[in-house]
């Protein structure tokens, strides 16, 4: 391990030391927003000390085994323990030069994800209600709730457009942070169930994934900059659906952003969902701004989540799948389309934490 990383490892030592000594001051709780803040750092910062504390063990270990070759009756033994030790230090010099780079602090967070149909008509509807359905299964296989908040439903079956929120706790969490690279144009290439000619066709939708908002740190919405209108919901849900007001669009005036919701029944709770998208909504378009402005200096492999870049095709006659951030190209699209989305995250979590780790290399260079 390089001097430098012992340093920085030195430093969260002593950082930890003062965040132990700082939380058991029982006044610390009067400032919640502090308080939680400082536990979180002390979680994050006891998990890296702890297996920085376990490489300095195995170092010592393997100079402890070193040492015993001298001795013929201990020597094969020794080597046992030096190839042990050897193994474990390059593993956990792995596993701590990952933990070094820098989090997003929403990555923990939940997330709305907004499908949209866009180029090719009835058949980018269907694809999008496809998209929805894979999305869907891979948030049940992690344990994950979701909850549609609007949905405008094609007359062919499928989306125009459909928004969900997705929950995760615990283990289970980091919503966000797994489906964040998700934004960005999905291009399909199949033969439509309405083309009689058998002619593969090219259609696309756009994705967005926006993390929910911290009710702390939310924007204040400046009521005079809202138009909040009411109207009745559409789509399945039975005679009170159709009969009531309930659904909700809310109109930021000064962006001309829009959300809606017309899940639940009850007016008041629509306002609320709708009020949380809009905000997750101008928070993301921050955001976007801000990574379009960094991109004019440094393109990264996994792009902006701008959604004007077409990042993945799905080919049916073939059953692939090709993200083209990052060249992986997946013969298993039946599987993927079921939700079994866990190699494409994978490959695309590993290209960015390779892309972070060489871009911490040559800052210490």
């Avoid at 001051?25 to 979680?43: C, N, P, W």
């Avoid at 490959?347 to 390779?354: H, P, R, Y």
């Amino acid at each position: 391990m390089k001097d430098s990383l012992r340093q920085q490892f030195d430093r969260l030592g002593f950082r930890l030391a003062e965040l132990d000594t700082i939380l058991a001051d029982g006044s610390i709780a009067s400032d919640m927003k502090r308080y939680r803040a400082l536990t979180r750092e002390q979680s994050e910062v006891s998990g890296l000390v702890e297996r920085y504390r376990r490489y300095q063990a195995h170092e010592a270990d393997l100079a402890a085994a070193r040492d015993m070759l001298a001795d013929p009756e201990m020597a094969e033994m020794a080597r046992e323990e030096i190839a042990a030790n050897e193994a474990a230090l390059t593993a956990l010099d792995a596993e701590l030069q990952l933990a070094l780079i820098p989090k997003d602090p929403d990555d923990e967070r939940n997330a709305f994800l907004e499908i949209r149909a866009g180029a090719g008509g009835d058949e980018s509807a269907l694809f999008a209600g496809d998209l929805a359905r894979m999305y869907l299964r891979f948030a049940e296989s992690q344990g994950w709730r979701t909850e549609i908040l609007s949905e405008n439903v094609s007359d062919l079956g499928g989306y125009k457009e459909l928004v969900v929120r997705i929950e995760g706790d615990g283990a289970n969490g980091g919503v966000y942070g797994r489906l964040k690279f998700e934004s960005g144009g999905h291009r399909v290439q199949r033969v439509p169930a309405t083309e009689a000619q058998g002619r593969i066709h090219t259609s696309a939708c756009t994705i967005a994934v926006m993390p929910e908002p911290d009710e702390a740190e939310a924007i204040t919405l400046n009521p005079a900059d809202l138009r909040i209108d009411t109207f009745r919901a559409s789509g399945a849900g039975g005679q009170h659906i159709n009969k009531t007001d309930s659904a909700v669009r809310v109109v930021h005036l000064p962006t001309g952003i829009v959300a809606e919701c017309q899940d639940g029944r009850s007016q008041h709770s629509n306002k609320a969902k709708a009020l949380q998208v809009l905000q997750a909504r101008i928070q993301d378009k921050e955001r976007s701004e801000r990574a379009a402005k960094e991109a004019a200096t440094r393109k990264g492999l996994i792009g902006s989540g701008d959604r004007s870049d077409r990042i993945r095709t799905y080919n049916f006659p073939q059953g692939r799948l090709t993200d083209h951030r990052i060249n992986l190209t997946l013969y298993k699209l039946g599987q993927i389309m079921d939700g079994d989305l866990s190699d494409v995250i994978q490959g695309l979590l590993a290209a960015q934490a390779a892309e972070q780790l060489a871009e911490l290399e040559a800052g210490r260079t």
